[in-house]
């Protein structure tokens, strides 16, 4: 069991930055591929950016890559998404989400994945 905490959300002006923390509970957090997703509203929750167990391999959606950055601290069971260069099309509730994996791949659809935070909204004005 994994229970996933967000944080640092907020409201942004557009071309600003914010940082996306996720903690995880649990000893078993180096286990799982982890991603960020965000859902605006009227629209279909997507993925915004992946990273495997190891942090040796990420992916970013096209809409993000370039500005958006997913890093991980397995010994603080911490998973970050820098953000920068932000946009209003942006604005969304980001959620953290957790995939048991036993090898070092990643996770790209919303029912790979075991675990999901609560989420936290980001605002980018224009």
């Known amino acids: 069991q994994v229970q996933l905490v967000e944080s640092g959300g907020g409201l942004v002006q557009a071309g600003g930055s914010l940082r996306l923390s996720c903690a995880a509970s649990g000893r078993t957090f180096r286990s799982y591929a982890m991603g960020w997703f965000r859902q605006a509203p009227g629209k279909e929750r997507e993925i915004v950016a992946a990273?495997?167990?190891?942090?040796?391999?990420?992916y970013q959606s096209d809409s993000v890559k370039g500005r958006f950055t997913i890093s991980r601290d397995n010994a603080k069971n911490t998973v970050l998404l820098q953000m920068n260069s932000l946009k209003p099309e942006d604005t969304a509730v980001y959620y953290c989400a957790a995939r048991y994996r036993v090898d070092y791949g990643l996770g790209y659809e919303i029912n790979e994945y075991d675990y999901w935070g609560q989420g936290t909204q980001v605002t980018v004005s224009s």
């Open positions: 990273i495997n167990r190891s942090g040796g391999l990420t």
